[in-house]
């Protein structure tokens, strides 16, 4: 065995008080210190405070800019409907409760709404409807899936596109926006019966057809997307 010299012992010496001197300086609870970081607390909790500020947090009209001019807050707005007109200042209403509107961004979103809900209904596909429809809409679409399921009813049908979209009316409602578009577009659609035999439309026939359609979203929200909230078909 080896005998430790006056060099090492010096040295475990030293080792041991540092020991204890750290120990005496972070080892010291003060009763101010913050609680381990939890990742998954800590989200939770910024997602619960926020919620709790959307819900209390009214939206207040947009201000322009410093040195932005009226024309340039509302171009997309001048460019889509006619300046001074009762559609123009209602699209400007809108604009200015969500700063992030832009009419032909929302017009490409409801074409494309169009679409799923019209085929969504012929499928009896409930799971998308309730993502597209206010509660009021999807509950009459839904009786009449029932309705039709109850008769062992089935829709043929084959979206063959939009032709023509206008917005004919934008309003606020509170916090919500609404904004009514006419739509023409064309589509295959026959319902047969439960032996196959076709009791409504022409399953080799294109049809001609005209929609009246309401849209809404409230402006407080964080979700994006607009719901379908009225339906009339044009004559």
Same mark, same amino acid.
Request: proline share 4%.
């Given at each position: 065995?080896?005998?430790?010299?006056?060099?090492?012992?010096?040295?475990?010496?030293?080792?041991?008080?540092?020991?204890?001197?750290?120990?005496?300086?972070?080892?010291?609870?003060?009763?101010?210190?913050?609680?381990?970081?939890?990742?998954?607390?800590?989200?939770?909790?910024?997602?619960?405070?926020?919620?709790?500020?959307?819900?209390?947090?009214?939206?207040?009209?947009?201000?322009?800019?410093?040195?932005?001019?009226?024309?340039?807050?509302?171009?997309?707005?001048?460019?889509?409907?006619?300046?001074?007109?009762?559609?123009?200042?209602?699209?400007?209403?809108?604009?200015?409760?969500?700063?992030?509107?832009?009419?032909?961004?929302?017009? =490409?979103?409801? *074409?494309? $709404?169009?679409?799923?809900? /019209?085929?969504? &209904?012929?499928?009896?596909? !409930?799971?998308?409807?309730? +993502?597209?429809?206010?509660?009021?809409?999807?509950?009459?679409?839904?009786?009449?899936?029932?309705?039709?399921?109850?008769?062992?009813?089935?829709?043929?049908?084959?979206?063959?596109?939009?032709?023509?979209?206008?917005?004919?009316?934008?309003?606020?409602?509170?916090?919500?926006?609404?904004?009514?578009?006419?739509?023409?577009?064309?589509?295959?659609?026959?319902?047969?019966?439960?032996?196959?035999?076709?009791?409504?439309? =022409?399953?080799? *026939?294109? $049809?001609?057809?005209?929609? /009246?359609?309401? &849209?809404?979203?409230?402006? !407080?929200?964080?979700?994006? +997307?607009?719901?379908?909230?009225?339906?009339?078909?044009?004559?």
């Amino acid at each position: 065995m080896g005998f430790f010299d006056f060099g090492t012992i010096f040295f475990l010496i030293a080792a041991v008080v540092i020991f204890f001197q750290l120990r005496n300086v972070l080892g010291r609870r003060t009763g101010n210190e913050r609680p381990p970081f939890d990742p998954y607390s800590a989200s939770r909790t910024r997602d619960q405070d926020a919620a709790q500020k959307s819900e209390n947090v009214v939206s207040l009209p947009r201000k322009r800019m410093p040195g932005e001019t009226a024309a340039e807050t509302y171009a997309d707005i001048d460019a889509f409907a006619k300046p001074d007109s009762d559609l123009n200042r209602g699209l400007r209403t809108i604009k200015d409760n969500d700063p992030s509107f832009d009419p032909k961004t929302f017009i =490409d979103g409801a *074409k494309m $709404a169009y679409e799923m809900i /019209v085929m969504a &209904f012929a499928d009896g596909d !409930r799971k998308t409807l309730k +993502n597209l429809l206010s509660r009021e809409v999807y509950d009459s679409f839904v009786a009449a899936i029932g309705e039709r399921e109850a008769k062992a009813e089935k829709i043929q049908s084959s979206f063959v596109g939009i032709d023509k979209v206008d917005v004919v009316a934008a309003e606020m409602k509170g916090t919500e926006a609404h904004i009514t578009l006419r739509i023409v577009s064309e589509l295959i659609s026959a319902t047969r019966d439960k032996v196959g035999a076709v009791i409504d439309g =022409d399953p080799e *026939k294109v $049809a001609e057809v005209k929609d /009246v359609w309401t &849209f809404f979203r409230d402006t !407080r929200s964080r979700d994006p +997307n607009w719901k379908l909230v009225a339906t009339e078909e044009e004559d």
